[in-house]
């Protein structure tokens, strides 16, 4: 079966970085279409980026842009996403997500 495991979340000071991992298994990973969303407190889960099945091309949100950078790792079934100057307002939950498959969420806090 599908499965989408998050990890690298926690607590880092504003303007610092984390780097998030997604292991995924139970599907042809280098075919796939792989996303990162977030979902803070209080408000609905959005799009942050997303990243074709050979890596070629990317796309991210807005709030994001220059700041995060999605890639993958296709021999290693592997989705990252490289998250630079964080901001308070990216404290959230961080989900990985192929098709309608997701991971359980890894929390990020952004806070001094």
């Known amino acids: 079966q599908v499965q989408l495991v998050e990890s690298g979340g926690g607590l880092v000071q504003p303007g610092g970085s984390l780097r998030l991992s997604c292991a995924a298994s139970?599907?042809?990973?280098?075919?796939?279409?792989m996303y990162w969303y977030r979902q803070a407190p209080g408000t609905e889960r959005g799009l942050v980026a997303w990243?074709?099945?050979?890596?070629?091309?990317?796309n991210y949100a807005g709030s994001v842009k220059g700041r995060f950078t999605i890639s993958r790792d296709n021999a290693k079934n592997m989705l990252y996403l490289q998250m630079n100057s964080l901001k308070p307002e990216d404290t959230a939950v961080y989900y990985c997500?192929?098709?309608?498959?997701w991971g359980q969420g890894t929390q990020v806090t952004v806070s001094s």
């Open positions: 139970g599907f042809t990973f280098s075919s796939a279409l």
């Open positions: 990243i074709s099945n050979g890596g070629a091309v990317t």
């Open positions: 997500k192929t098709a309608n498959y």
